[in-house]
């Protein structure tokens, strides 16, 4: 008893650890989720993944109360349907029912970001505000808002989509069909494509001379960062603007969600200062004084496991919720 | 029983009105505000008007079970209390204490823009929708958010400042600290402005011979309105650019909130597609089609009204609220 479990299915692969009441991982597994060989084979994985971690903490299916389950994509909490995953290529997958009719357990799934954040709020570094901002730099950017220890999730649970703002100095395409989103540089793909292209223009860097001494390599975020480090102008350039831009979108955020926590996790984030200083300056002076003074960023701590901690809490959470009703 | 008491006090008049449990409003009375004579002048005046309100009705305060006041400015609706409101000149006035001793009855205060979105959201055009976004276009630019009957509030109640977007292409400074914000163009006055501004520059426009003819006379958002049924380019101009800010504006909102509704109130509202027709081609440009295929946009319905119904019927939710704790 008191026991949950979280998961995290993604695209590679697929999370799932055991947590206290207190949001403690105690144990966690992970496994590739070999999408490709159909839902079904992925389902009867993680029931073999529930029965190893519990087997390994010596406890059984009935001391665990409830499983929360985080997935990329579109997805409906409510009916526990997954309703798009582009890497899993999952379309209309009622993701919670066949867990639960696998393990016996209550299962419920909401979008892995969202997950991130509520691990972040409830068990790490926004605990204990009220008002949290959470975003994920990754191959995307995406947010997510905990108010009061309740996630918002608007008409067709698509609130947050912050990576989505259109910015009229971006000259890129996104896949979403619009035109200079803000994820298309602020990611960790759109940091690495910004240094492509101008390697591609010409530009001179340090990063032209590694890709020329390792020609079958691709440029990644971290590279761009090896790069800052070694004062490089052009990864310097790179993260200043894709900070600067950060703090413009974060300044429509903040000044709608009017949070008082924003937390910044995801693989760029990795990144750290170099793209936080400008992101920061940008914020301040793009958002009126009264929001600024009352709001505290902080990186996320718990990276790997947010989203585990996350949709293990949360379920715990619903099922909570469901017993009251 | 079951009937409740709606209030804006403005900075010009105080407008008070008596609600049915249905959010029908049976009678209102209007008086002028005289801030100048000190709170308590005010809340004495309000007290004789709730009296009023009840002897027309030919029922006695018992039958009220709550009063709900708007006012404008920083409010704290938790503690009761006015923190700020600058055309009232009033710091931290215990407003929701000041009536209830006055009057017996139970009071609850917030900002007006959300007493009005709320009143639109329950009663009004946005009547079972369960995201929406309402906005008002007045002196200011403000915006307030229910979902699923809740008001969004953030941190310091402070959420919702849709005219405080600050935007590269606006060159005027604003009143919040800030340079370019959002509500110096779409506004009111910021309509207003822009004529004024481009006259000043001597652009040929009809509204110059209606200056002329009128030298004491100060350009409205009417005007502009006037103009544009008259074919002025000027004014054609104005509200294209204005509506389009307004949709850009909006496309963030509409990115972060995700609302199914976004109800439009507030004087310059009357504009109506002059402005709204410009901003839903900028909005739908700059959002991803699976928000805009969720989206319906409407004018206020209520109008005048909406602030004290929506002060009625939300004062009423938090006494039922109060009880049930």
Known sequence: MGFTI???IGGTNIVCGLVDSEGKLLNKIKRPTE?????????DKISGMVNELLA??????????????GTPGFIDPEKGITL????????????????????????????????YV??????????????????????????????????????GYMAGELGHIPFPEIPYDCGCGL?????????????????KDQLAAGRDSVMREWMDADPGSSLTAADVSKA???????????????GRLLGKGLAAAVTLYSPDMIVIGGGAAL???????????????????????????????????????????????????????
């Open 271 to 325: 990144a750290g200062e170099r793209l936080f200083a400008p992101m920061r300056e940008q914020l301040q002076n793009s958002v009126y004084s009264g929001y600024w003074e009352r709001l505290t960023i902080a990186q996320a701590q718990m990276i790997d496991d947010a989203g585990i901690v996350g949709s293990a809490m949360a379920a715990g959470q619903r099922l909570k919720q469901a017993n009251t009703v």
């Open 6 to 8: 979280g998961m995290d």
């Open 179 to 195: 035109h200079g989103c803000l994820e298309t540089v602020v990611s960790a793909t759109g940091i690495a494509r910004q240094a």
């Open 35 to 43: 999408a490709g060989l159909g839902s079904g084979f992925v389902f």
């Open 84 to 115: 798009f995953a582009s890497n899993l290529k999952w379309t209309q997958v009622p993701t919670a029912e066949e867990i639960r009719r696998r393990t016996g357990i209550p299962t419920y799934i909401d979008n892995d970001v969202r997950m």
């Open 118 to 155: 509520y691990g972040e709020a409830v068990a790490g570094a926004a605990r204990g505000y009220d008002h949290v901002l959470g975003i994920t730099i990754g191959t995307g950017l995406a947010a997510a808002v905990v108010n009061q220890g309740q996630l918002y999730y608007g008409s």
């Open 56 to 69: 390994t903490a010596g406890i059984t299916h009935s001391d665990v109360s409830a499983i929360g389950v």
């Open 228 to 242: 800052y480090d070694a004062e490089d102008p052009l990864a310097v350039e790179i993260m200043n603007y894709t």
